[in-house]
């Protein structure tokens, strides 16, 4: 059965670095999400991407984030310089085109120190 | 107020009860309703998908929506100590999922 991946399954980094998450949808998926969960809060949306473009983001998701997909299997979220508040698990999803029904990868637990 | 509200739990329950959870939510706009698993520190796992009011059944699980009252809930029938997990309703219009807290639930053998 299709899944969505991610990798790393954990990032540590420091303050102030870059990190790149990165993400594989589903193969014939063409909408991309990128979503966070800070512990023991609720999954809370980031972006979303259709045709090489981002479509909606959220007010979470300023100057310091960009997503890019490279190739077209990749999918990936940058974090241009880390803060403390960023420490959270990071989820890609993807949906195909016949239903609103998003499927999750087993995302990215990041933390920064 | 919040889109989207769903009591946290924990919900504790027998082996073999019916597990019953639900989520409200504010903005009639929303057309299509989810209801998620996640297990700790793992991603959501899509469990029931519908877009209409009414019951849809698969399996062991029914999900059930009222539009009109904007509420949506999840039975689990015969459940099993490997339901524990914390489920998650999700609402939207198109796209962006607005998610609840999530209910954490405990079935006991």
């Known amino acids: 059965e299709p899944e969505v991946t991610q990798t790393p399954s954990h990032q540590v980094t420091q303050m102030g670095q870059e990190v790149i998450l990165r993400c594989v949808p589903i193969?014939?998926?063409?909408?991309f999400y990128w979503y966070r969960q800070i512990l023991g809060q609720k999954v809370e949306f980031l972006v979303s991407f259709y045709n090489n473009e981002i479509s909606e983001k959220s007010e979470i998701f300023d100057d310091q984030f960009s997503v890019e997909r490279p190739d077209g299997s990749n999918f990936t979220l940058k974090i241009r310089s880390t803060k403390l508040e960023d420490s959270a698990m990071y989820f890609c999803a993807s949906m195909g085109t016949s239903t609103d029904t998003q499927y999750f990868g087993p995302g990215t637990r990041l933390t920064v120190l | 107020q919040k889109e989207v509200e769903q009591d946290p739990g924990p919900l504790s329950v027998p082996e073999g009860a019916i597990v019953s959870l639900n989520c409200t939510y504010s903005n009639s706009a929303f057309q299509y309703f989810m209801w998620y698993r996640q297990y700790s520190r793992k991603g959501p796992e899509l469990l029931m998908y519908?877009?209409?009011?009414g019951n849809k059944e698969d399996g062991r699980f029914t999900a059930q929506v009222d539009k009109s009252s904007k509420y949506i809930s999840l039975f689990i029938r015969d459940s099993q100590p490997s339901d524990s997990a914390t489920y998650l309703c999700?609402?939207?219009?198109?796209?962006?999922?607005?998610f609840g807290a999530g209910t954490q639930v405990v079935v006991t053998p």
């Open positions: 999700a609402v939207s219009s198109w796209g962006k999922l607005q």
């Open positions: 193969s014939n998926h063409l909408y």
């Open positions: 519908t877009y209409s009011s």
